[in-house]
């Protein structure tokens, strides 16, 4: 170690020529220590990179914010729509807003309290919108603006909003609470009126009970001074505004859930808890002139039908030239429990009932006039599910529904794992639309979205964008993410190419997961090749190429046994080391999975050599797209389910996949379907393992067989798979004799004896059904105090078991020690276990082909796989890949260690090559061509590869740079002489959770995210901080699992279970959001009422004036209670307030808040004293009845 040390400094002052150098030792140039003690050494082999490369990123390109939300809005509550506009609103339990037009003008704003959205309504052609909260807080939202603003809050203080109603064209809005009571609001000032209608007073005197809440406020459709009040225990009362009085009280024993009316004002109908529908007329209000129970079972005696469920909304509207529509949510009966939820439309004599997929939340009838006192002549229904949208058309007798345009479906199949690519091919977006297009469904209404509202264009970002979603259930979505919008564009269905699991064979399988066992895991995809890779959650990886051209054939499949694990690891003393001849030969002993001598029978048979599913056999017809080239299956060892896979990659030029689990690595050649490597990790290092890790002395009952071979530093080639003969026990290449995997114990178990958790050895987590990222509502720390790393998160983030024995019994020693004490199989371990014996389980984290220098005394680069570890550490295999094409296809391709180790601290996320003038090197591709191309001289001409050279003019200039970023630091070091040139110590107290090499005007720079909720960026080579904002805590599993960076300064993660929220860290794009985002209003002439004159128009159409200002104002109706309810003003619509929250704008706005409160304050002082005088003056004219009483009274007289 002083050795190397000494070498680096040498180095650094030297500034030596990389071809000088040559390494005398295989144990790597940075030090088991990661480096981090060494910062001053800036100056590596290659010279001083800061006078070679000059960085033209500093801290002013960097800036956060969020650009757009797709999907679904999560758990929601409140639906409205704005029939001039044309635009919908939608709000959420987590009190989120989505506002929808026209493709493209969608929009996402969020209440700062969080809480619940009851209620939505629309200043309907206004550009504004209320908000009714669970918190009892009204908002009145500025649409104005791209970005919405609260222009106004009324806080409720003494009592709970229930329902609000705002009449057309009327700015007076009526507030219901669960007292009973109603208010009424000015829209303008966001101050409530004097005006107050007090359920006592709405009820009769003679009536006992309280009404309970107001459910339904609505003003009569014939006369506006007239308001329509529905109370939860089935009173409802027309109040008349002028008189102050009731006009109209009706009674029904069953509770009230909506109420609509008859456009003519003279009808009005309910629905109720029991599932009847009840039609009132004003003239006698005695009894319902109508009862139905629309679903519920006649009796044969006569008797009234029985009840139903209850009928949550109701809807009435009438037609010119037909029957009215009465269409409603619920009401189905009780003895059909296993029926969806359904809406119900019932024209005329025909009852319609449309069965949805989720319970409904709400529902909205859109009718062709604003004005409620006309003919409504509806035309659609927007239903609002729990997890999805509809929108029926009524036009049709069918009632097909539209074809939805907003991207709503991501939730479709939870998403489990996502990737995003900016800047790619131009002509990729076309040809996945073209082939996505042919698998669209028929049956939809043919005309327009009525949701059409707003204005959105191109803006000025013209560079495609592509997302990619993995599922749960296996399917793969592309999507075209170009200019913040979000469209479907292919979809992929990856379980197609295994077998459909039968029903009762679930014990019998080999299956590792109970449900989802085709949930992605990992997806790699280059753009350039079109080449795309899917590793699943059962521990397999799937290869598509993409053609254009149907083909029918069967699927290529290799199966892969990768199971290792070393014996027990003890910290090396002398007198137990064994006395092996030499380093490269100190080889941990050979056992299966389970870290014990368990075996189980299964069904009269140990599971072995047999993969987690089935892959088709027989021919299958593959569409065009991407069509499944090539399986590639773990399997089982001795009763142990494979691993699930932690990394993967694929590179086109090479012909090769690698992958690696937390056992060892596998590389497979795609060309020849053969696998080229199935080694353990600590079989990569050879004599390069920097802890040197010994084997404990065998037992006797478990030797190592004679014929025991080492591999670790020779090529490994198709040879090794053509000498595994069927009677020996192969792992990784080391041959063992069937015979010695004895069981200790001597005795064999059955199935009976052994239960599923026996299955297991000691330190083995129970395996876990994957996660989907869109289920994980697991809260996690944001330091590490809960979790000992990255790997601990990621156990409980993938369900896979990526670490040491003693990790897993810190992470999770309930469920340990429970299995330790069910199992009689198992070891005994020591309290006090070293840290080589803990960190004795070595993942690999990442892959990454390149061309590089393999070895320190390399003159030229190479084809390389850069392999990095758990455990820091980085390991470079050569790749040597035949000469020409025609070779390619029949010779074998080596792989073999080079030697070269290099270390960091926590586990690598990362690799990225720059060459020497600081530029980015892609990893070399071979040009896409059609595998199934009619054409035979597209079949027969030769690869075309692009190696990507680099902007210098020779090959690759004397020297590259190596980017290494693990969960804590990120290192730069020069190649060929692997000095380490710069150390960045990200963090101490957390871990990264995903770092990304990234383009951002035309330089490079290092992206991460952190576990605590930072989002960092470094300059490279030099690994400055550039920008590091607290940004956003990770509150659950979800956004650790699908945070990814791309190009040009985006960024993406999953926000909720059904949302995409996209961000931007470029500061050139925030400056260019606002040309981005679509205009929510747009100017629009509200239509005239019909067969009605201009003036009788402004008044809402009705048949007489009504002042409502003249009623409800100041000067009538004074002024209401302060105490009542707090008036809270907004942001006053100025956009990125918050923003200037430091300057002048956000000091006028705190000074403006504090005067508020002042007035506030000194309003209550005011109100207090005006109460005092009165008192005051009360007492003073009491005090002088009295005194003139007894005024002319003798003493004798009292």
């Not at 084997?695 to 006797?700: I, L, Q």
């Not at 949302?1059 to 985002?1077: A, F, P, V």
Request: some cysteine; overall charge neutral.
């Amino acid at each position: 170690m002083k050795k190397f040390n000494f070498r680096k400094v040498l180095d650094g002052l030297t500034a030596s020529s990389p071809g000088g150098s040559s390494g005398s030792g295989s144990g790597g140039g940075s030090g088991a220590g990661g480096g981090s003690m060494h910062p001053g050494a800036t100056a590596g082999a290659a010279g001083t990179p800061r006078d070679e490369i000059q960085e033209t990123l500093t801290s002013d390109y960097f800036q956060i914010c969020k650009t757009v939300r797709h999907g679904f809005p999560y758990l929601p509550t409140a639906l409205a729509f704005d029939p001039v506009q044309k635009i919908l609103a939608i709000g959420t339990r987590t009190g989120a807003i989505r506002i929808l037009g026209r493709p493209g003008v969608d929009c996402y704003c969020q209440q700062e309290s969080g809480a619940a959205v009851l209620q939505l309504q629309f200043l309907i052609n206004e550009g504004a919108l209320v908000s009714a909260s669970a918190d009892d807080t009204l908002h009145l939202w500025n649409l104005r603006q791209k970005r919405p603003a609260i222009l106004h809050s009324l806080k409720f203080n003494r009592e709970r909003i229930t329902y609000c109603h705002l009449p057309f064209q009327s700015k007076w809005l009526y507030v219901g609470t669960e007292r009973g009571n109603t208010h009424i609001v000015n829209i303008e000032s966001f101050i409530l009126s004097g005006y107050v209608i007090m359920w006592n007073k709405a009820i009769e005197l003679s009536t006992k009970t309280h009404p309970g809440p107001v459910v339904h406020l609505s003003d009569s459709p014939r006369d506006e001074g007239k308001l329509l009040i529905g109370y939860e225990n089935g009173t409802v009362v027309l109040w008349d505004l002028r008189s102050k009085r009731a006009d109209l009280r009706a009674y029904y024993d069953e509770a009230i859930h909506s109420v609509a009316w008859h456009h003519e004002g003279k009808q009005f109908m309910c629905s109720h808890s029991d599932g009847s529908l009840t039609l009132w007329n004003l003239k006698s209000p005695n009894r319902p002139f109508q009862t139905t129970i629309p679903h519920g079972k006649i009796q044969r005696d006569g008797k009234k039908p029985e009840s139903c469920k209850p009928i949550l909304k109701v809807e009435y509207k009438t037609c010119k030239n037909s029957e009215p529509f009465v269409i409603f949510s619920g009401g189905l009966s009780y003895d059909k429990a296993c029926r969806r939820p359904s809406l119900t439309i019932m024209h005329g004599k025909a009852i319609t009932v449309l069965e949805m997929d989720h319970p409904i939340v709400d529902f909205l009838t859109l009718c062709e006039t604003p004005y409620p006192n006309e003919f409504q002549e509806p035309y659609a229904v927007v239903v609002l599910l729990e997890k999805d949208l509809i929108v029926v058309d009524l036009t049709q007798s069918n009632f097909p529904i539209f074809e939805n345009p907003y991207p709503i479906d991501i939730h479709e199949s939870p998403v489990t794992c996502t990737e995003y690519f900016a800047d790619c091919p131009p002509d990729l977006i076309p040809v996945l639309y073209s082939v996505g297009a042919k698998h669209k469904k028929q049956g939809y209404s043919n005309k327009e979205w009525p949701v059409s509202g707003g204005a959105w264009n191109l803006g000025a970002q013209t560079y495609p964008e592509i997302i990619i979603t993995g599922h749960a259930d296996g399917s793969v979505k592309f999507w075209d993410a170009s200019a913040i919008t979000l469209q479907m564009l292919y979809k992929l269905k990856t379980s197609k190419v295994f077998e459909k699991q039968k029903l009762g064979e679930g014990k019998t399988t080999a299956e590792i997961v109970e449900e989802d066992p085709f949930a992605v895991q990992m997806m790699y995809w280059c753009p350039e090749s079109r080449i795309f890779c899917v590793a699943g959650v059962s521990a397999y990886v799937v290869v598509y190429k993409f053609s254009k051209h149907e083909v029918n054939t069967e699927i290529a499949s290799l199966e892969v046994r990768l199971q290792y694990e070393v014996e027990d690891i003890i910290t090396p003393e002398p007198e137990i080391i064994p006395p092996f001849p030499d380093a490269s030969s100190q080889l941990p002993s050979l056992k299966n999975l389970s870290g014990s001598t368990n075996t189980v029978a299964c069904e009269g048979m140990m599971k072995d050599s047999i993969p987690c599913l089935s892959v088709k056999t027989r021919p299958v017809r593959m569409p065009p797209g991407y069509q499944a080239d090539l399986v590639i299956q773990l399997v089982w060892v001795d009763g142990e389910p494979p691993q699930q896979i932690t990394s993967l990659a694929v590179n086109s030029a090479y012909g090769l996949v690698a992958f690696g689990n937390c056992n060892g690595l596998a590389v497979v050649d795609l060309m020849q379907k053969t696998v080229l490597l199935s080694m353990g990790t600590l079989d990569l290092y050879g004599s390069s393992d920097p802890y040197q890790r010994q084997p404990r002395s065998p037992r006797k009952s478990k030797q190592f067989a004679a014929g025991l071979t080492e591999l670790s530093d020779s090529p490994v080639s198709l040879e090794l798979e053509r000498c595994k003969s069927p009677t020996s026990d192969h792992v990784n290449g080391h041959c063992t004799s069937p015979t010695s995997q004895s069981c200790s114990s001597g005795k064999r178990l059955s199935s009976a004896d052994v239960t599923k958790a026996n299955r297991r050895g000691p330190g083995r987590p129970p395996f876990r059904k994957a996660q989907s990222a869109a289920c994980m509502e697991i809260s996690l720390p944001v330091t590490t105090e809960g979790y000992i790393s990255r790997r601990a998160m990621l156990q409980q983030l993938h369900g896979i078991s990526t670490f040491s024995q003693d990790e897993r019994h810190c992470t999770a020693h309930t469920w340990m020690n429970k299995e330790n004490r069910e199992n009689s199989f198992s070891r005994s371990r020591s309290s006090s276990v070293s840290s080589i014996d803990r960190d004795s389980k070595e993942a690999i984290t990442a892959l990454y082909f390149v061309e590089s220098f393999a070895r320190k005394n390399d003159s030229a680069v190479s084809p390389c796989l850069w392999v990095g570890t758990g455990l820091g550490m980085v390991l470079i295999l050569s790749l040597n890949l035949p000469a020409s094409d025609e070779l390619r296809q029949t010779e074998p391709v080596m792989v073999s260690p080079s030697g070269t180790v290099l270390t960091l601290k926590g586990a690598v996320l990362t690799f990225t090559c720059l060459d020497c003038m600081g530029t980015l090197t892609h990893p070399p591709y071979e040009v896409w061509r059609d595998p199934n191309s009619a054409d035979d001289g597209e079949k027969t001409r030769k690869r075309k590869l692009v190696m990507h050279s680099p902007s210098s003019s020779q090959d690759m200039g004397d020297h590259q740079f190596a980017v290494i970023c693990s969960e804590k630091q990120a290192k730069v070091f020069s190649l060929p002489s692997q000095t380490c040139l710069y150390v960045h110590n990200i963090t101490e107290t957390s871990f990264l959770l995903r770092a990304d090499v990234v383009t951002l005007c035309n330089s490079v720079c290092l992206a991460c995210f952190c576990a605590n909720g930072h989002i960092m960026t470094l300059s490279l080579p030099s690994l400055r901080p550039l920008l590091d904002i607290n940004y956003l805590p990770v509150t659950d599993m979800r956004i650790a699992r699908t945070f990814c960076f791309t190009n040009e300064g985006q960024a993406l993660y999953l926000s909720s279970p059904t949302e995409i929220q996209r961000l931007t860290y470029s500061q050139e794009m925030c400056d260019n959001l606002q040309d981005m985002l679509g205009d929510l209003f747009t100017p629009v002439e509200t239509p005239e009422a019909q067969n009605r004159g201009f003036l009788k128009g402004l008044f809402g159409g009705s048949g007489q004036a009504f002042d409502r200002e003249e009623l409800f104002g100041e000067a009538t109706a004074g002024k209401a209670s302060r105490s009542l309810a707090q008036h809270i003003p907004g942001s006053g619509g100025i956009e990125g307030v918050r923003g200037a929250a430091g300057g002048v704008i956000g000091d006028l706005t705190r000074a403006r808040i504090a005067l508020d409160e002042r007035g506030q304050k000194l309003g209550e002082l005011d109100e207090r004293t005006a109460s005092m005088m009165a008192s005051a003056e009360a007492f003073s004219k009491h005090a002088h009845e009295v005194m003139l009483k007894y005024k002319d009274k003798k003493w004798y007289q009292f």
